[in-house]
């Protein structure tokens, strides 16, 4: 089976550093990994996504994230935080080889991002 | 611009009453999935198709219904047996060859809510 955690519901943030918000991850084989974001009452818009390659993944609105197999980890990080960030992040994944079935997502975590 | 339209993006709804939510896509996709989304739980799949005519229950079906007779259309109808109805829907559609380079595309939503 499937799973994703994001152990933190809410992060907080001051506006100009740096901002990590993680994600740990369980599948059978290789993952195919996925950041979105969420905004008030509107559905996902995708940030970025990992498949094989380099590790460190650059994304949309500066943002990046870093797959790690040994830890089966794949944290969002953004170097300098800006205030229309804050926001509701959700990681999702799916087995690389398991056909079109859907994307499991986890909880989601809140980042606030204060001036 | 392709994208998924959900219709309607508020919907109230009494006891004992059936309701139906739209989602319509024009990106010419496959598949179309609906996800209901509950503050700290994150998204949960209800109903997912991968071709018209063609649907399979999620993990919380119960007290729903759908149908693909369109492939750009992929309506949910939430019965009276669905006991806590009230939650953000979202319809979702992966690109044709799997969850490809951006992922889904997710509709705006409807929020239901049980009067």
């Known amino acids: 089976a499937q799973s994703v955690a994001q152990p933190e519901d809410q992060v907080n943030v001051a506006e100009g550093n740096p901002l990590t918000v993680k994600c740990t991850y369980s599948v059978s084989g290789n993952p195919y990994l996925f950041w979105y974001v969420q905004y008030p009452n509107r559905g996902l818009q995708f940030l970025l996504k990992y498949i094989t390659g380099d590790n460190l993944v650059k994304g949309s609105y500066g943002f990046e994230a870093e797959f790690n197999k040994s830890q089966t980890s794949f944290h969002l990080k953004k170097p300098s935080a800006l205030v229309s960030d804050s926001a509701l992040y959700f990681c999702?994944?799916?087995?690389?080889?398991?056909?079109?079935?859907?994307?499991?997502f986890g909880k989601g975590t809140r980042l606030s991002v204060i001036a | 611009d392709g994208g998924i339209t959900q219709s309607p993006k508020y919907l109230f709804r009494k006891e004992g009453q059936n309701v139906t939510l739209s989602c319509e896509q024009n990106l010419n996709h496959d598949a179309m999935y609906w996800y209901r989304q509950d503050p700290g739980q994150g998204l949960r799949l209800i109903y997912y198709s991968q071709i018209v005519n063609d649907f399979q229950k999620g993990d919380i079906a119960e007290g729903y219904s759908v149908s693909r007779e369109k492939k750009e259309s992929f309506p949910l109808t939430v019965t009276s047996a669905q006991k806590n109805p009230t939650a953000f829907y979202l319809c979702?559609?992966?690109?044709?060859?799997?969850?490809?380079?951006?992922?889904?595309?997710f509709g705006s939503g409807t929020r239901l809510t049980v009067v």
């Open positions: 979702a559609s992966p690109p044709l060859t799997g969850p490809g380079d951006y992922g889904y595309t």
């Open positions: 999702a994944v799916r087995a690389l080889n398991s056909g079109n079935t859907p994307l499991v």
